[in-house]
């Protein structure tokens, strides 16, 4: 019968429905959870060690005398939810500006007015006594809940910006040397420990004997012609084989 089928289908897209909601409900918990967990551990913290990841400049303006305490919440219009922060402090602190918060950086407009005349100009009172708070909740940003166990610190290295063209262009081709002799002293050592671990005696002798020999004949036939030198006995005397007795438990020493 075809009202069986569609109720049916109309019973199984229920059924689907209850578990798409359950199943999102369960990874919404889930979520909710997992930022729990992130505020309750950056709440065991120091302090100025957490202010000083969130923020470095307004790390340097707390005061360890203070008593500072940093807290965490959640908020925000989407979900997953924002986290937020904010400073309190447990001792008293004095505010200078709570007993004349006027604008100090200004001088009084006698001082500042060109006018010769002795008529005082009015001074400007509005802002004085408004108070604004700075110390709000302010979003943490999402780099200092990243684990820092995966984090790779490289080299902070401060790059000079000279004005000349011409001198940045030098800058930039003595870099690049640098760059490709350290890049080929790598690629040497690479190539003497692979001949110095290889089984090859032939390799290893034409990579370390061959070229200083070579060298030093040349040198030879420099020095043979100023001081008379004869190759033959250059030869003779490095390949010579010493004639020494080799000592043994059982020799006498002669006695």
Excluded at 120 to 126: A, F, G, N, P
Excluded at 220 to 229: L, N, Q, R, V, Y
Aim: a neutral charge; charged letters at 35%; proline letters at 4%.
């Amino acid at each position: 019968m075809p009202w069986k089928e569609e109720s049916e289908l109309i019973e199984r897209d229920k059924a689907a429905r209850i578990i798409q909601k359950a199943w999102k409900c369960f990874l919404n918990v889930a979520v909710f959870q997992h930022y729990k967990r992130l505020i309750d551990i950056r709440r065991q913290g120091e302090p100025h060690q957490i202010v000083k990841y969130i923020d470095p400049k307004e790390a340097e303006l707390l005061d360890a005398a203070a008593g500072v305490h940093v807290r965490f919440r959640l908020g925000g219009v989407k979900f997953p939810p924002d986290i937020y922060y904010k400073i309190f402090t447990h001792r008293h602190i004095e505010d200078l500006c709570a007993n004349s918060p006027r604008d100090y950086t200004k001088l009084p407009a006698k001082y500042t007015s060109h006018s010769k005349s002795d008529d005082l100009q009015e001074e400007d009172h509005s802002g004085w006594y408004r108070r604004v708070e700075n110390n709000g909740w302010r979003p943490v940003s999402d780099t200092f809940w990243v684990s820092t166990e995966n984090v790779e610190v490289g080299e902070e290295k401060e790059i000079e910006f000279h004005f000349s063209k011409l001198k940045r262009r030098q800058d930039m081709e003595k870099k690049r040397k640098i760059r490709k002799i350290e890049w080929m002293r790598k690629m040497y050592i690479a190539n003497w420990k692979e001949i110095a671990t290889s089984n090859s005696s032939d390799n290893f002798k034409s990579y370390t004997l061959e070229q200083p020999w070579t060298n030093r004949y040349d040198y030879a036939d420099i020095s043979e012609e100023k001081m008379g030198t004869p190759e033959d006995n250059l030869d003779g005397n490095i390949y010579k084989k010493t004639n020494s007795t080799r000592l043994t438990p059982d020799s006498t020493y002669g006695i």
